[in-house]
C-alpha cells in the first residue's frame, strides 16, 4: 500500500511540472492571439466604416432633385401630366395634355414617374389650382409599363393620405386582351380609396378600335371640366406652340455627333453592359434563314450572337429590337421638303427646366434621326395634322387638315377613313398635299419616336446560352390608296445577311423579362397552342425539355397545337419538331392546316378533339397551359374552348367554367403572350 502511495506522491510533482511549462507557452500563444484578433478586429472595422460614410450621404442628397413639387413651384406649373408609356403612346397623349393647359390660364409639364418620388403626391395641394393627370398604358397580361412599376409598388403598399390631390386618370388599352385597361383602371380606384379627389371620369382608350379618337372625345370632355372645377375659362389661344428651337451646326466635332445610339453617345463603338433600352448590345446575326417553302409571304428564323455580352435570358422571355426606316422612304421626304439630310442640328428644349433637353439624341443629322430616332411609317395622329395646318398654303388643304384634327364628328370621320384606314404615313400626306411643305426641323420635332420590336424568343438558354433566336414574318401590305406599305422591322432583318461581303450585320437589341416561364417542376405536364409565329417560344420550351430530359430529369407530357396555311408552304420548324417527337420529348404533334381543305381547321378545332385527354391533363396531372399568337382571334377562340372542355368534363355550367379558367390564369397555370 505505502508503495503505491508512494507512487502517488511521487507522480503529481512531475506532472505539476508540466503543467506549469504548458501553462506558460499557453499563454504567450493566447496573448499573441489575442493581439493580433484584436488588432485585425479594430483595423478591419476602420476599414469597413471609412466607405460608410459617403454612402449615407449619397442617398440623401439627391432627394430634392426627384421633386416634382419643387420643379413645379419653381418653374410656376400646376398641372403634371404623368404618363406610363412602353412603347411611346402615352408619353405623347401626356405631352398634348401638358401642351393644352396654356389655353386655359394654366401651365402644364409632362413628367416620366420613374424619374420622381411620387409620394410627394401627397403635397400637390401646396400649388394653388394644382391637377395630377395620369396617362398610364397597361402592357403584356395587366402589367405597369417598365417606367411605372415602382409607382404601381409604391400604390401597393401607400397608406398616404392623398385627401388634398386632385386627379384625372385616361388609360390606354386593348380590348382583345383579358386585362383590358387594368393599370388605367387600377390607378383610378386606388387614388381614390387613398383619398384623392376624382375631377373627371376615367377614359379607357382602347388600341384595338381607334385609341386616337378614345383620347379625344375624352379630353374634348376633360377640359371643360377642369376649367368648371377651376373657375377658368379657355383663352381662344389655338396658336401653335413650338416646344424645341433648331440650332444649325456649321462647324462641328463630327466625333460628337450622334449616328442612331439611344443613349450614350459612341455606345455602338465603345460597348459596356449592362445592355438595357437606353444601351443596347450590337448583336452580330449569324444566321437568317427563310422558313416556308412557299407561298407570298416571308417567314425568316435568325439567330444574334450575344457572346461576351453578359445578356442572360430564359424561355419565354422577349427580345427587343431597334430597327431602322428604309433609306428610300428618308430620301424621298428629304426631296419633298427640298432639304440636306445631312444637315447636322440640335433641337433644344425651350423649357430650360425640363428633364428632356432634346426629343431624340441630339446633336444629330436629318438623315439619322429620320432613319434611326423617327417613327415615319405609322399614321400621324391629330395633333401632328393641327401642327402642320399652318403650313399648307392651299386654303382647301389647310382646311382638310384642321377639321381632320377637330374633334367635330365629320371631322374624326374624315381622319378615320383618309388617314387611319388609308394608311397614309407622313411621307403618302405629303404626296397627296402639294402645298404642305412644313419646315423639317418641325416636323421632327412633331414626329414620335421610332420604337423598339419585341419578339418571343425561339431559344433556350440552356442549349443556346450565346445566341438568341428570333421567329418573324414580314409584313407587307397595298394600301387603298394603291401604296405598298411594309414593316419596317421585320424587312430590316429580312436584309440581315450575315457576314454580307465580309462585313458583319449587326442589331441593336436587349431582352426583356417575361412572366411566360415552364413550370417549376420539369415533371409537370405543359399544353402549348401557338399557330404561325406564335410557336416561337415553344421551340425554346422543347429545346429546354429535351435538355431536362438528358440531364436524366423525369419530363412530364409536353403537348403541342400548332397551325399553319398549308403544310406544304409555310409549316414552320417541321423537321426540328418531327426530331423532338421522333425522340420522345414531344409526347403529342397536332397540327391545324387551315387551308388545305374546303372548311378551315384551326388549333381550338383540335383542342376539341382532344376534349378527354387535355381536360385529364389540365384537372389531374396539374398541366400548365400556354397560349402565343393573335389575340383578337385565336386566343379568344382557344379560351372559349377551355371554357366548353371544362364545362363538359367538369360537370358546371358556364359561369363556373369560365372561374375555373380564371383560376387557372390566378396561378399561373394559364399563360398568355399575345399580339394584336
Given at each position: 500500500m505505502g508503495d503505491a502511495g508512494m507512487e502517488s506522491t511521487v507522480s503529481p510533482p512531475e506532472g505539476t511540472a508540466q503543467d506549469s511549462f504548458l501553462s506558460m507557452t499557453d499563454v504567450f500563444l493566447i496573448s499573441l492571439i489575442t493581439g493580433l484578433f484584436t488588432y485585425w478586429f479594430f483595423f478591419r472595422k476602420k476599414k469597413e466604416e471609412i466607405p460608410d460614410l459617403p454612402k449615407i450621404q449619397t442617398v440623401s442628397s439627391p432627394a430634392r432633385d426627384s421633386s416634382f413639387i419643387e420643379k413645379m413651384k419653381k418653374t410656376g406649373r400646376n398641372i403634371v401630366v404623368f404618363y406610363g408609356s412602353q412603347t411611346g403612346t402615352a408619353e405623347e397623349f401626356a405631352n398634348r395634355l401638358s401642351k393644352d393647359a396654356h389655353r386655359y390660364g394654366l401651365r402644364g409639364m409632362a413628367a416620366d414617374p420613374e424619374e420622381y418620388d411620387l409620394s410627394d403626391l401627397s403635397r400637390l395641394s401646396e400649388i394653388d389650382k394644382s391637377l395630377a393627370v395620369f396617362c398610364m398604358a397597361t402592357y403584356g397580361e395587366g402589367d405597369p409599363t417598365d417606367n411605372a412599376q415602382d409607382f404601381y409598388d409604391w400604390l401597393q403598399e401607400a397608406d398616404t393620405d392623398l385627401s388634398?390631390?386632385?386627379?384625372?386618370?385616361?388609360?390606354?388599352?386593348?380590348?382583345?386582351?383579358?386585362?383590358?385597361?387594368?393599370?388605367?383602371?387600377?390607378?383610378?380606384?386606388?387614388?381614390?380609396?387613398?383619398?384623392?379627389?376624382?375631377?373627371?371620369?376615367?377614359?379607357?382608350?382602347?388600341?384595338?378600335?381607334?385609341?386616337?379618337?378614345?383620347?379625344?372625345?375624352?379630353?374634348?370632355?376633360?377640359?371643360?371640366?377642369?376649367?368648371?372645377?377651376?373657375?377658368?375659362?379657355?383663352?381662344?389661344?389655338?396658336?401653335?406652340?413650338?416646344?424645341?428651337?433648331?440650332?444649325?451646326?456649321?462647324?462641328?466635332?463630327?466625333n460628337k455627333v450622334y449616328t442612331g445610339e439611344m443613349g450614350r453617345l459612341k455606345s455602338y463603338e465603345n460597348q459596356k453592359p449592362p445592355f438595357d433600352a437606353k444601351n443596347p448590345f450590337l448583336a452580330v446575326v449569324t444566321e437568317n434563314r427563310k422558313l416556308n417553302e412557299g407561298g407570298e409571304r416571308h417567314l425568316m428564323h435568325l439567330e444574334l450572337d450575344i457572346s461576351n455580352s453578359k445578356i442572360r435570358y430564359e424561355s419565354g422571355d422577349h427580345v427587343a429590337v431597334y430597327p431602322a426606316n428604309d433609306a428610300s422612304l428618308v430620301n424621298q421626304l428629304g426631296e419633298i421638303l427640298g432639304t440636306d439630310l445631312d444637315t447636322v442640328m440640335s433641337l433644344n428644349n425651350l423649357d430650360e427646366e425640363s428633364n428632356k433637353k432634346h426629343p431624340f439624341p441630339c446633336p444629330t443629322s436629318y438623315r439619322t434621326a429620320l432613319t434611326y430616332y423617327l417613327d415615319i411609317t405609322n399614321p400621324p395622329r391629330t395633333n401632328v395634322l393641327y401642327e402642320l395646318a399652318q403650313y399648307a398654303t392651299d386654303t382647301g388643304e389647310q382646311e382638310q387638315l384642321r377639321k381632320m384634327a377637330s374633334s367635330s364628328a365629320e371631322g374624326k370621320a374624315l381622319y378615320l377613313s383618309w388617314v387611319v384606314e388609308a394608311r397614309r404615313n407622313i411621307l403618302a400626306i405629303l404626296q397627296d398635299m402639294p402645298s404642305l411643305r412644313p419646315p423639317i426641323d418641325h416636323l421632327c420635332e412633331l414626329l414620335p419616336r421610332l420604337q423598339a420590336r419585341y419578339y418571343s424568343i425561339a431559344s433556350s438558354s440552356k442549349v443556346h446560352p450565346n445566341s438568341i433566336h428570333i421567329c418573324a414574318v414580314t409584313v407587307e401590305y397595298e394600301t387603298k390608296t394603291g401604296r405598298l406599305n411594309k414593316g419596317v422591322a421585320t424587312n430590316w432583318l429580312k436584309d440581315k445577311v450575315p457576314n454580307e461581303n465580309g462585313r458583319n450585320s449587326l442589331v441593336p437589341m436587349y431582352v426583356r423579362k417575361s412572366q411566360f416561364r415552364l413550370p417549376f417542376k420539369p415533371s409537370t405536364p405543359v399544353i402549348m397552342i401557338g399557330p404561325g409565329t406564335g410557336i416561337a417560344p415553344f421551340i425554346g420550351f422543347i429545346q429546354e425539355r429535351a435538355w431536362l430530359k438528358e440531364?436524366?430529369?423525369?419530363?412530364?407530357?409536353?403537348?403541342?397545337?400548332?397551325?399553319?396555311?398549308?403544310?406544304?408552304?409555310?409549316?414552320?420548324?417541321?423537321?426540328?419538331?418531327?426530331?423532338?417527337?421522333?425522340?420522345?420529348?414531344?409526347?403529342?404533334?397536332?397540327?391545324?392546316?387551315?387551308?388545305?381543305?374546303?372548311?378551315?381547321?384551326?388549333?381550338?378545332?383540335?383542342?376539341?378533339?382532344?376534349?378527354?385527354?387535355?381536360?385529364?391533363?389540365?384537372?389531374?396531372?396539374n398541366a400548365h397551359i400556354y397560349v402565343c399568337g393573335d389575340a383578337r382571334n385565336m386566343a379568344r377562340d382557344v379560351q372559349n374552348t377551355f371554357y366548353e372542355i371544362v364545362s363538359e368534363y367538369g360537370n358546371m355550367n358556364q359561369s363556373q367554367a369560365v372561374d375555373y379558367v380564371k383560376k387557372l390564369m390566378t396561378k399561373g397555370r394559364y399563360s398568355l403572350d399575345v399580339w394584336s
Open positions: 388634398g390631390l386632385r386627379f384625372a386618370v385616361f388609360g390606354l388599352g386593348n380590348k382583345t386582351y383579358e386585362h383590358f385597361n387594368a393599370m388605367g383602371k387600377y390607378v383610378d380606384k386606388r387614388l381614390e380609396e387613398l383619398g384623392a379627389q376624382r375631377i373627371f371620369e376615367l377614359g379607357l382608350g382602347d388600341d384595338d378600335g381607334n385609341l386616337e379618337e378614345d383620347f379625344i372625345t375624352w379630353r374634348e370632355q376633360f377640359w371643360p371640366a377642369v376649367c368648371e372645377h377651376f373657375g377658368v375659362e379657355a383663352t381662344g389661344e389655338e396658336s401653335s406652340i413650338r416646344q424645341y428651337e433648331l440650332v444649325v451646326h456649321t462647324d462641328v466635332n463630327m440531364q436524366g430529369k423525369e419530363v412530364g407530357e409536353t403537348v403541342l397545337y400548332y397551325g399553319c396555311r398549308r403544310e406544304r408552304e409555310d409549316y414552320l420548324y417541321r423537321q426540328e419538331l418531327a426530331r423532338f417527337k421522333q425522340e420522345g420529348v414531344l409526347t403529342q404533334l397536332n397540327v391545324a392546316f387551315s387551308r388545305d381543305q374546303a372548311e378551315k381547321v384551326y388549333v381550338q378545332h383540335l383542342l376539341k378533339k382532344n376534349k378527354e385527354h387535355i381536360w385529364k391533363l389540365v384537372n389531374d396531372g
